[in-house]
Every structure is written in C-alpha cells, then in structure tokens.
C-alpha cells in the first residue's frame, strides 16, 4: 500500500496541529506526489482523481473532494488510503456517523495503522463517545509509542470530558519531552481555556503574542477563544 496522499484529518488541526509558530513561519502544506510515483495499475485517470481530491481536500472543498474520492474508489475499490480521506471528508462535512462507518471499516482492513485509530477516536470524540475515543486513541498510542498529536487528541478528549487534571498533565508531559516548542505552549493554553483555567492560560497567551506578533495561527488562536477569557 502507498501513503503517497494522505491529508490529516483537519477537525483535529485547529486543537492537535504542532503549530510551526517559531519563526513568524507556518507549517508547510503538505505536498501531492507527482502521478507518476502514485502507481495506480497505470491508469493515469485514476493518479490524476487521486491529486485532485487531494488538493481540493487541503483547499476545504471537502464536498469535491468526496466526489472525487468516490469517483477513484470506482476504479480502484481497495485504495485504502483513498477510503481513509473519503472517511475524513465526511467527517469534515459534518457526517459524522458515515464517516464511524467508514473508519470502522478502514480499521478492519488495516488494525495497526495508528492514524486510522487516531481519525477513529476523533469520529468518536464528536459524537460524544468519551470514553470509547478513549480507547481508540490509546490503541494509536500503543502502536505509535506514544506519538504527540495522539496524546494531545487524548487530552482534548480528557479536557471535554471534564477531567481537568489529566489533560494538563498529558499536555505539561510533552511541554517537558520537547521543551522550547512554542507550538506546544499554544496547545497548553488552549487546554487551559478548555479545562476553565483562563486566567492561567492568559500569560502563556501574552508570550506567545510577545515573541509571534504576525504569526496567523497564533492570531487565530487567540481570535477563538472562549468569552470568558477575555480580558
């Protein structure tokens, strides 16, 4: 199988991304892979539908993109990278109970790909399912050895669920393990504004605004917080 277009699953981008704040700069977008390396059992019409749906995924044309993923699946039934961003794009129109149905079936036909188990766990999260996102996301956790925007999904999750102390603690883990990231400074204080502790969140926040004046996401950030967190 080729993991040559695989977009994340971006409902998770905005509360899990490692944020590239450092420098003024943004993450890079990541790259389609030109149609002669996606080996599609040389159809070119299928390589090019697979580049398509995957720019219109990145560009938020996420009804496009499902058509376009449908249209590839007609060619090439067991794509399972196609049937993973199919089941991200309905995740992104709001469907979430298709897009269950669609990563359920995405885990059974690969059970040890972490990022199936961590689009699972975020299908769950959505639908109020606490405690079975739990374990899906524990499942990535424990093939990935402990791969950061899973344990930040688990805090999230943790964080909704109102249990305060164990997402901080997840968050104030990876802040030690990869000291210096400003990106993890930015999850820690949205944590906080999720967990009701603004006021702690406030001078993270004001660093971060201190160092990254022009940083967009950082702005975006700050723009979404909650209302109570205002000053």
């Given at each position: 199988m080729h993991h040559l277009l695989r977009p994340a699953l971006?409902?998770?981008?905005?509360?899990?991304?490692?944020?590239?704040?450092?420098?003024?700069?943004?993450?890079?977008?990541?790259?389609?892979?030109p149609a002669s390396a996606t080996k599609v059992s040389g159809d070119f019409t299928a390589a090019s539908k697979k580049i398509a749906a995957f720019e219109a995924y990145n560009?938020?044309?996420y009804a496009d993109a499902l058509r376009l993923y449908d249209e590839l699946l007609k060619v090439e039934?067991?794509?399972?990278?196609?049937?993973?961003?199919?089941?991200?794009?309905?995740g992104q129109l709001g469907r979430w109970p298709e897009a269950l149905t669609a990563t359920d079936d995405c885990a059974k036909r690969n059970p040890n790909d972490p990022e199936i188990h961590i689009n699972r766990s975020t299908i769950l999260n959505e639908l109020g399912r606490s405690e079975e996102a739990i374990e899906a996301v524990?499942?990535?956790l424990a093939l990935s050895n402990?791969?950061?925007?899973?344990?930040?999904?688990?805090?999230?999750?943790?964080?909704?669920?109102?249990?305060?102390?164990?997402?901080?603690?997840?968050?104030?883990g990876l802040v030690q393990r990869f000291p210096g990231q400003p990106g993890l400074l930015l999850e820690k204080a949205r944590m906080l504004d999720l967990v009701g502790r603004s006021a702690d969140a406030d001078p993270l926040f004001a660093q971060l605004q201190a160092q990254f004046p022009q940083d967009a996401s950082l702005q975006q950030a700050i723009a979404a917080r909650p209302a109570r967190a205002a000053k």
């Open positions: 971006s409902v998770f981008a905005a509360s899990l991304a490692l944020l590239a704040c450092g420098g003024g700069e943004s993450a890079p977008a990541p790259q389609p892979a560009a938020a044309r039934p067991d794509n399972l990278d196609a049937l993973i961003n199919r089941a991200a794009c309905l524990d499942r990535a402990g791969m950061p925007k899973a344990l930040l999904l688990k805090a999230t999750i943790y964080g909704k669920a109102g249990k305060s102390n164990e997402a901080i603690a997840l968050v104030d």
